[in-house]
């Protein structure tokens, strides 16, 4: 096990969601001794909306997901942990269709009330007989806490990772909580590794679908530990309608943009624990860009600086090396001219109009630069789009964690 | 000084060109005891062809060649090393212009016949003294070698770099020499950092920067080590006129073909020297993605490849984790369909058709792995779109040489 990363958060205290029950088991997906499978029970009239990765080779779980957020219908969720089941032919779907058939068998549901996320290793199917025996055993385990579920849907985070928040809707206290894994992997376009969030709230499932693509576009999909995208990315949102509020099914409807901005807090502080996990991780690196020609420009100047590896070493190396953030501005591919361009590191100005500020002093850069939390801000100059990425440092833990991983 | 790098080539025997003449003085940019600024004198008549970065934040020397490439004539080039002199706005500027002046006024020439070009640190303006200072001695030294220059045009790089070749154009013997520096910041597009090729063929200009241009598009821009791309890459191809052949103004001339191919041999060699010396490099990557639906995409697919850090990672553990290439392919982006991917280590099929090769034996793929040269192979099975990107692993010693390199 690697040590605790630096910037790990304690985990909170979480209340239960009504209409919600976790389990977990040792399906025994690797020769570990911990629980590798989590299932969780959801009321009947449960809705369910996600988002999934864009990448064109997705995991069978991935594709099973889709489908059955098409219906918006949730009755059980089962997550596998230490083998993604991707890219395994007709054996990895034959094991996506075991466990729906599993859970439906049991509990009298329909298969597509069933959703399935895996995380692992890629190109080995996922052991039906490991699973099975594991949704068995889950059935009637006791009630688990949100934190042995945070930790069971874990492979390589070295923290477990949760969130709360509340709203008021309709003069109804609604609760969300979220746990999350995901530590290396972790990319643009839909960035964690596996996340779902569970809340009270009574809501049409279309409804929670608009609002997290929106929640998504400007929380998971602006973190990035090391550009690389997963083949099974997945944040999943169930909503059991147990808090009693009438039930939102718009977005103008009274107390719908309370819930979406809870919604959006959530996630946004999930995806920060993302990073505060990264792989070697040792700083926390908020990267602001204003001044683009357009928000999306903005994005992908971002990006460009955030997985950078020479700017994420420099950062590990407490160096106030700029001018790799002008390279890596150079590089975007996006609108920049160079003598309009200005940097500051935390609240110091570094360079504008194309050179270091005159008279520059590096030494409250370089305490900046000491501390866990770093700030990059990029002005271009041209026009009115903005865009935060958040990214940690890239440290020779990182090299150890990668170079030897599999085995 | 890093250890040299396991994967470096001894320095070949060069022959001098006709119509060249080195010198290496130490303007003492850095606080180090080496040669650091390059001077070679070129005698009248030499045309002038080249290629520049990519970036849209590109260093003063990078504007002034391509200034100065459009009138295709050259009479000397200077070298810095240790600054960069990028980002540095007026002063930078000034610095190039002095140059210029400095030679042109003590060798008769103009100053648009002047090549400059510096590397090293982003954003402190080149010193115009030291400058000055080292041209007057490099005026006034003794002839140095191939060997002198390429350590005198390095930073970071951990050995010297240089290759030959020759061609028989109109019956004459037609030698080229090229050295080249870099080993990080390496990067799509235009991948070289410092290059500079001289040739004794009679040529012109416009026929030259044609037949540099292709040659760069299939080996410089075919480069990566770490995806980041300079604000000062520059490669420069000097032709003297006197090997004596009847000068080449088309294609479709005799030998021109011949010339085109020994100047494209020559960029290849200089180009996977570049990936040989890629801070950290452990191992030679070649990748080859063929079956893709266009050569652009192919070419996107294999950067996507070689710059994820997963799979890098993965090379440099000697892990034969080819679930990162599927991540990788399915990152990029580029049509691609999960089950017609067939992927290949060394020449041992690990997969196809969507998941392992049946009876899948790691063996051969693991001993490939252990050696220095790698190669990775993807077919799409989509199209005919092919090509090959060179890079290099992902190691520790990345991480010690960019967390430290500006103190």
Same mark, same amino acid.
């Given at each position: 096990?690697?040590a605790?990363?630096?910037?790990?958060l304690p985990f909170?205290d979480?209340?239960?969601?009504d209409?919600?029950r976790i389990?977990?088991?040792r399906?025994?997906?690797k020769a570990?001794?911990r629980?590798?499978?989590?299932y969780?029970?959801?009321d009947a009239g449960t809705?369910?909306?996600?988002?999934t990765t864009?990448?064109?080779?997705?995991s069978?779980?991935?594709?099973?997901?889709?489908?059955?957020?098409?219906l918006g219908?949730?009755?059980?969720?089962?997550v596998n942990?230490?083998?993604?089941?991707?890219?395994?032919?007709?054996r990895?779907?034959a094991a996506v269709?075991?466990i729906a058939a599993?859970?439906?068998?049991a509990?009298g549901?329909?298969?597509?009330?069933?959703?399935?996320s895996?995380?692992?290793?890629?190109?080995?199917p996922?052991p039906i007989?490991?699973?099975?025996?594991g949704i068995d055993?889950a059935?009637?385990?006791?009630?688990a806490?949100w934190e042995e579920?945070?930790?069971?849907i874990s492979t390589?985070d070295t923290?477990p990772?949760?969130a709360?928040?509340?709203?008021?809707?309709?003069?109804?206290t609604?609760t969300l909580?979220?746990?999350?894994?995901g530590?290396?992997?972790?990319?643009p376009d839909?960035? =964690?590794m596996? $996340?779902?969030l569970? &809340?009270?709230a009574?809501?049409? /499932?279309p409804?929670?679908? !608009?609002?997290?693509? @929106?929640?998504n576009a400007h929380t998971?999909?602006?973190? =990035?530990v090391d $550009?690389?995208t997963s &083949?099974?990315?997945?944040v999943? /949102?169930?909503?059991?309608g !147990?808090?009693?509020n @009438?039930?939102l099914s718009?977005?103008?409807?009274?107390?719908a943009?309370?819930?979406?901005?809870?919604l959006?807090?959530?996630?946004?502080?999930?995806?920060?624990?993302v990073?505060?996990?990264?792989e070697?991780?040792?700083?926390?690196?908020?990267?602001?860009v204003e001044?683009a020609?357009s928000d999306?420009?903005?994005h992908r100047?971002?990006?460009?600086?955030?997985?950078?590896?020479?700017v994420k070493t420099?950062?590990?190396?407490?160096d106030?090396?700029?001018?790799r953030?002008?390279?890596?501005?150079g590089?975007?591919?996006e609108?920049?001219e160079?003598?309009?361009l200005a940097?500051?590191?935390?609240?110091?100005?570094?360079?504008e109009g194309?050179?270091?500020v005159?008279?520059?002093?590096?030494?409250p850069?370089?305490a900046?630069?000491?501390?866990r939390?770093i700030?990059i801000?990029?002005?271009?100059g041209?026009?009115?789009?903005?865009?935060?990425i958040w990214?940690?440092d890239?440290?020779h833990?990182y090299?150890?964690?990668?170079?030897?991983?599999?085995s």
């Amino acid at each position: 096990m690697t040590a605790i990363s630096p910037l790990a958060l304690p985990f909170p205290d979480l209340p239960p969601i009504d209409g919600v029950r976790i389990a977990v088991s040792r399906a025994g997906y690797k020769a570990w001794d911990r629980a590798d499978l989590t299932y969780v029970a959801l009321d009947a009239g449960t809705v369910v909306a996600g988002v999934t990765t864009k990448s064109k080779c997705p995991s069978p779980e991935v594709e099973w997901c889709r489908q059955a957020l098409v219906l918006g219908q949730a009755r059980a969720l089962v997550v596998n942990a230490g083998n993604s089941n991707a890219f395994t032919g007709n054996r990895g779907r034959a094991a996506v269709e075991a466990i729906a058939a599993r859970v439906a068998g049991a509990t009298g549901c329909k298969p597509s009330d069933v959703f399935i996320s895996s995380t692992g290793v890629i190109g080995v199917p996922l052991p039906i007989d490991r699973a099975e025996a594991g949704i068995d055993a889950a059935l009637i385990a006791p009630e688990a806490t949100w934190e042995e579920a945070a930790q069971a849907i874990s492979t390589t985070d070295t923290f477990p990772k949760a969130a709360v928040t509340t709203a008021v809707v309709d003069g109804k206290t609604i609760t969300l909580v979220g746990i999350i894994k995901g530590s290396g992997m972790i990319a643009p376009d839909m960035a =964690t590794m596996l $996340g779902f969030l569970f &809340t009270d709230a009574a809501i049409e /499932a279309p409804l929670l679908q !608009r609002m997290m693509e @929106a929640a998504n576009a400007h929380t998971f999909s602006c973190i =990035t530990v090391d $550009g690389d995208t997963s &083949t099974s990315d997945t944040v999943l /949102a169930f909503a059991t309608g !147990r808090a009693g509020n @009438a039930r939102l099914s718009d977005i103008s409807d009274p107390g719908a943009d309370a819930f979406e901005a809870a919604l959006s807090d959530l996630c946004r502080q999930l995806a920060h624990l993302v990073v505060r996990d990264g792989e070697g991780a040792s700083k926390f690196i908020a990267i602001e860009v204003e001044g683009a020609t357009s928000d999306e420009s903005a994005h992908r100047i971002a990006m460009s600086i955030a997985n950078s590896p020479l700017v994420k070493t420099a950062i590990a190396g407490e160096d106030a090396n700029w001018g790799r953030v002008v390279m890596a501005v150079g590089k975007a591919g996006e609108p920049a001219e160079r003598d309009r361009l200005a940097i500051r590191f935390g609240a110091t100005q570094v360079a504008e109009g194309g050179l270091a500020v005159e008279g520059y002093d590096e030494a409250p850069v370089a305490a900046h630069l000491k501390g866990r939390e770093i700030e990059i801000g990029v002005h271009l100059g041209l026009g009115e789009g903005r865009a935060i990425i958040w990214t940690c440092d890239l440290t020779h833990g990182y090299i150890s964690i990668n170079a030897d991983y599999r085995s």
